[in-house]
C-alpha cells in the first residue's frame, strides 16, 4: 500500500507538468516566517515542518506524511497578500493535525476492497449468467461506489480542515480575509458548474459562505494588510513588503521574457519591487548591464537586505566575475551566517579558485550546510568535485555516490561505493557511512 501511494504522489507532481522544485534562501525564510506562528497555534512543532516550492502556476498547495507542504509558485504570485497564504497554509496545517493523511489511506484501502470484491462478483455472475457483460457491470458499479465513498469522506476532510485553519488563524492573531479572498479567487477561475457529488472538496461558494461566517467580526471590505511593527527596525522590510519582493523575484525568474508587462500597469508592486523584477528578467534575458544596474540601486537603498546582494552575486558568477560574485557572497553569509544554501552558493563560488585556502573554505562551508541539508544532491556533487580536488578519493566516491543515490541512480551509486570500499579502512567512520548507504539502497530494491 505504501509503494502505491508514493507512486500515486510522484503520479500528481509528474501530472501537473510541475517544471520541478524551486530552492531559495528569501521564498523558504519568508515561508518559515509566515508559518511559524501559525504552527504554534496548531501546536505543531515548526522545526519539523518541511517547505517544499514547485514551479507550477497552478494555484495550489497540498500535505503528505512527515509534515511535508507543498506549495505552488502559482499560489504565491497569484495572492494578493501574504495573508492568502497564511490562510492556504493554515487550511493545511488542518489537514496535518487531522491526520488526514492517515485516515485517507486507510480509505483508499478500503476502496480497493470494494473494487476488488466487486470484479470477483462480476465474474462470478458472468459464469453463472454466462452474459460477459455482468461482470463489467458489477464491477464498474463497485468501482463507482468506492470512489463517491472516497469523495464524500474527501469533502468532510476538505471542510474539517477549513475549520481548523480559521481557528488557528484566529489563534495566532491573523485575518480570516485573506483566506476569503483566496477562496473567491479559486471560485472566479471555476468556468464549470460545480456538482457537490463529483468533488473531492466541498463547493466553493460555501467555503466562501463558512469562510465569511467565521470572519464575522472582521470588516474585510475595508480590510488592508496591517504593517507588522512590532520590533521591526525603520530599515527593516514588513512580512508584507518581504512577501512583495518574493512574488516580483518569481515572475522575474519563471517569466522574464513577459515581465514587463506582468508589472508595469501591476498596483500591487511599488517601484523598488518592479525594479526587483526587472533586474532578475534582465539578467536572465543575457542583459547584465542593465540587470546589475537595477540590483545596483537596491542595494544602495536596502544595504542589509542580503538577497540583493545574493542575486547580484549569482548574476556576476554566472556571467564569469568570479573574484566580484565571492565578494558579494561573503557579504551575504556576514548577514545569514547560518543559511544552509547559502554557504552551498558560496562553496560553489570558491571551487573556480585554485588555492588551498579557497578549497579549505569551500569543504568548511559544504560541511557547515551538510547538517541542515544532508539530502541536498547539489551538496554532494559539489561535495564530491571539492574531495577530489583535495585528493581526498575515498570522501570524493562516498559523496558521488550519495549524489548518485539521491538522483535515484542506484546503479552508479553502488558503483561508487564498491571503489570507495577498495581505499577506506574498514574501522573508520566513512566506512560505516558507506555500509548505512549500500543498505538504503539494497532495502529500496526489497
Not at 462470478?124 to 457483460?133: E, F, G, K
Not at 525603520?234 to 522574464?256: H, M, N, W
Request: net charge positive.
Amino acid at each position: 500500500m505504501k509503494k502505491f501511494l508514493l507512486l500515486l504522489f510522484f503520479l500528481l507532481l509528474t501530472t501537473s507538468k510541475a517544471s520541478g522544485f524551486i530552492r531559495d534562501s528569501e521564498i523558504e525564510n519568508l515561508i518559515k516566517e509566515i508559518v511559524s506562528p501559525i504552527a504554534d497555534a496548531a501546536d505543531q512543532n515548526k522545526e519539523k515542518l518541511q517547505i517544499y516550492i514547485i514551479n507550477d502556476k497552478k494555484i495550489n498547495a497540498f500535505v503528505t506524511p512527515g509534515q511535508k507542504i507543498f506549495i505552488f509558485t502559482g499560489l504565491i504570485t497569484n495572492s494578493d497578500n501574504s495573508n492568502a497564504l497564511e490562510g492556504v497554509i493554515a487550511h493545511e496545517l488542518g489537514h496535518i493535525t487531522g491526520r488526514h493523511h492517515v485516515k485517507i489511506y486507510e480509505r483508499l484501502k478500503k476502496a480497493r476492497t470494494v473494487t476488488l470484491v466487486g470484479a470477483i462478483l462480476g465474474g462470478a455472475a458472468s459464469i453463472l449468467t454466462r452474459d460477459p457483460n455482468a461482470a463489467a457491470a458489477i464491477a464498474g458499479g463497485a468501482q463507482s461506489t468506492a470512489t463517491s465513498s472516497l469523495l464524500s469522506f474527501s469533502r468532510v476532510q476538505e471542510g474539517a480542515a477549513d475549520q481548523a485553519g480559521f481557528s488557528f488563524l484566529k489563534k495566532s492573531g491573523k485575518s480570516l480575509c485573506g483566506i476569503i479572498g483566496f477562496l473567491e479567487l479559486l471560485n472566479s477561475k471555476q468556468s464549470f458548474q460545480e456538482n457537490a457529488y463529483n468533488q473531492s472538496h466541498p463547493l466553493t461558494r460555501e467555503r466562501i459562505r463558512d469562510a465569511k461566517h467565521a470572519a464575522k467580526n472582521e470588516n474585510c471590505e475595508k480590510n488592508i494588510i496591517r504593517k507588522q511593527l512590532n520590533d521591526i527596525k525603520p530599515s527593516e522590510l514588513t512580512i508584507e513588503e518581504k512577501y512583495r519582493f518574493v512574488q516580483a523575484k518569481l515572475l522575474g525568474f519563471t517569466d522574464p521574457e513577459n515581465t514587463l508587462d506582468a508589472i508595469e500597469n501591476n498596483k500591487k508592486f511599488d517601484e523598488d519591487q518592479k525594479k526587483y523584477a526587472l533586474a532578475i528578467a534582465n539578467y536572465k534575458v543575457f542583459n547584465l548591464k542593465k540587470g546589475n544596474s537595477l540590483i545596483n540601486e537596491l542595494i544602495k537603498k536596502y544595504p542589509n537586505n542580503p538577497y540583493f546582494y545574493e542575486l547580484k552575486a549569482q548574476m556576476l558568477r554566472e556571467n564569469g566575475f568570479i573574484k566580484d560574485s565571492l565578494n558579494n557572497y561573503f557579504i551575504v553569509k556576514k548577514i545569514l551566517p547560518n543559511d544552509a544554501l547559502i554557504q552551498i552558493e558560496l562553496a560553489q563560488t570558491l571551487l573556480n579558485f585554485e588555492s588551498d585556502k579557497a578549497l579549505n573554505q569551500s569543504i568548511e562551508n559544504l560541511t557547515k550546510a551538510k547538517k541542515r541539508e544532508s539530502e541536498n544532491n547539489k551538496l554532494w556533487y559539489l561535495l564530491s568535485v571539492a574531495y577530489g580536488k583535495n585528493n581526498q578519493m575515498d570522501k570524493s566516491r562516498y559523496a558521488s555516490a550519495y549524489s548518485a543515490y539521491l538522483k535515484g541512480d542506484d546503479e552508479t551509486a553502488i558503483n561508487f561505493i564498491r571503489r570507495a570500499k577498495k581505499i577506506t579502512s574498514r574501522d573508520s567512520v566513512l566506512w560505516a557511512e558507506l555500509i548505512d548507504l549500500e543498505n538504503k539502497i539494497n532495502l529500496k530494491k526489497k
